[in-house]
């Protein structure tokens, strides 16, 4: 079992960035993949970068170039930086981590809301 807790959400302004981290605690960090989705309202949830424990990352179009994706395996944490953020960006994010033989995300974080003020 693996419990993942986010923090870093909040109230930005267009243009600006935020950092959002997760750390998770239950199961050897290194050996899981870790994803980032956010879902606003009225939309499904969707899947924005992912990162396995050698630290190759996914990102979706719709993020590439503005979020990071990192994790620190000494601290089991993986964050993601956000920059040049936009409204369009407002929904709540979701830390997400699967086996790395897996095809399925199986545990979630709480999630952490994003707003990004016009």
Do not use: H
């Not at 950092?19 to 009225?42: D, E, I």
């Amino acid at each position: 079992q693996v419990q993942l807790v986010e923090s870093g959400g909040g109230l930005v302004q267009a243009g600006g960035s935020l950092r959002l981290s997760c750390t998770a605690s239950g199961r050897t960090f290194s050996y899981l993949r870790m994803g980032w989705f956010r879902q606003a309202p009225g939309k499904e949830r969707a899947l924005l970068a992912s990162i396995d424990g050698n630290g190759n990352t996914f990102y979706s179009d719709s993020v590439k170039g503005r979020f990071t994706i990192a994790r620190d395996n000494a601290k089991n944490t993986v964050y993601l930086q956000m920059n040049s953020l936009r409204p369009e960006d407002t929904a709540v994010y979701y830390c997400a981590a699967r086996p790395a033989s897996g095809f399925t995300y199986v545990y979630w974080g709480q999630g952490t809301q994003v707003t990004v003020s016009s």
